[in-house]
């Protein structure tokens, strides 16, 4: 009896991941077929012959390896950055008096709530000023910051218990050896929260880099694909084939580390 | 006791606030400040008063961009009712399976957009897209999706709703697993069907995750560039997408494309002051739905 109405939501279940699944699946299929195949009328279901090929040209008529390494270099420094500062100030935030500690945390905490279009411009005119545009210290600059990582952190330091803190400062620590050596690593489970948070941002971010970086070869490789679907001497598989690339490492890192992932977005709740 | 840590605070704060007062707080400043300006050609700027602002609420720009943007929500919204049904298939006791489901759903809105922007322009592609194809089937002639005003937006909306399901799935199974089996019990020997008990209990319990991803996908549904701009391409390669923009997008266009950073600083306050309200106002409604014990 359970086991046929199992039965039922299985096929209710399938049947959503298949049409969810499409996309990728059809992806993978047409990087894999000739231009002519993609622009059949009648849709090409499978490839008559795997064009590996295609997965080659990329390298050749796309500068892939330049726009892979912007953006693997913008994540790490501005993860590792944001972890740095983030936990830093989150745990001043949440452990530490201070005199006018409201307004000073009021006042990042309410960028939460501002659109990023907001502060854009300005950004764009800094780093303008600074004579940064294309620069890879331009592209990773204002995401060195996050209101959103220092309230994640904030949070975690206020739910751990204050009597190893005390202990530690009897003991003579400073604040900064409390700090480290003490309620750092027990909020290591956030912290891991915030490091593939912003990792999926700033892989994934198109508009900044899109205004800051002007040409191909400077880009991160989602502004590199946004710019390549736009130009019509790419013939389609490639640029299918460049995508599925460009987009894999996060999909990978999402399927191994996908306990962590989920928990953490049901928990700390946010785009 | 009160204790005062003396100058380490600041230390500790110093970097984050420094970082994020240049960065962040002072530009907010400076967008409201540029609304009320003219850049002239030559740099510099010129103020002029609340300008921008009226020339703007007399563009029909404005209201097809907060039509496009205001549609494109209401679609994505979608994503609420089925990702209810599908975090509760899920939440079947003894279900085998249920976290490759998970994974399955949720992969969408870990891929990078512009990545999956290229499939589905072929797959709405106009000649030789799979959707068209299917339509077919049924004696539909389909339109030219990415190329169409009226159709380009729904195309993006399309891809918003796909790549958003598998959140509310996560969100909502977390809300799920906070109900206490012995309700469904109980309803179970009062002789309640499934659906029943899917409508008196699951739902209701379900609210405070339901009016938290209305919220999230509201706020995020205002601020719709990334899917819009890659799907459709930008003004040089189809020139439909000034039928078809987003709020962002009439923004950056400005901003960036035409150099009219008045106008654009103007079309930013104006995002910010329809979300500060669609926020509001939704804080207000959930006192009358969201179900608090």
Known sequence: MI????????????AGAVLMMFPFVWQILMSLSTNAEVQSVTPHLWPSKFQW?????VFRQVPFLDQLRTSVWITVVRVLAQIAFCTLAGY???RMQFRGKAIVLGAVLSILMVPSQVYLLPQYEIVQDLGLLGSMTGLLLPGLFSAFGTFLMRTAFLNLPSELEEAARLDGANPFQVFWHVMLPLIRPSISVLAITSTLWSWNELLWPLVVATQSEDMPLSAGLATLINDRTVNYPVV????????APVLIMFILLQRRVIDGLATSGLK | MK??????PWLFIAPLTAGVSVFYLWPIVKTAWLSLTESGVFGGTTFTGLDNYTSLFQDGDLYRSIGNTLLYTAIVLLNIPIAIVVASLMNTPGLRGASV?????????VAMPTAVAMVWRIIFNGDFGVVNYVLGWFGIDGPYWISTPGFAIVAVSVVGLWSSVGFSVIVLGSGLKQIPPELYEAAELDGASRVRQFFSITVPLLTPSIAFLSIVTVISGFQLFDLLYAVLGNSYSN?????????VYMFYEAGFVTNEKGLAAAIAMVVLVLVALATLVQFRLQKRWVHID
């Open chain 2, 101 to 109: 489901y998970r994974v399955l759903y949720f992969l969408p809105y």
């Open chain 2, 3 to 8: 204790r005062r840590d003396g100058f380490w």
């Open chain 1, 53 to 57: 090929g295609n997965y080659a040209e």
């Open chain 2, 239 to 247: 020139p439909t997408i000034y039928s078809s923009m987003s709020l």
């Open chain 1, 240 to 247: 299918l084939a460049a995508s599925l690339l460009a987009t």
């Open chain 1, 92 to 94: 001043a935030f949440a």
């Open chain 1, 3 to 14: 086991k046929r109405n199992n039965l039922l939501v299985h096929a209710v279940l399938i």
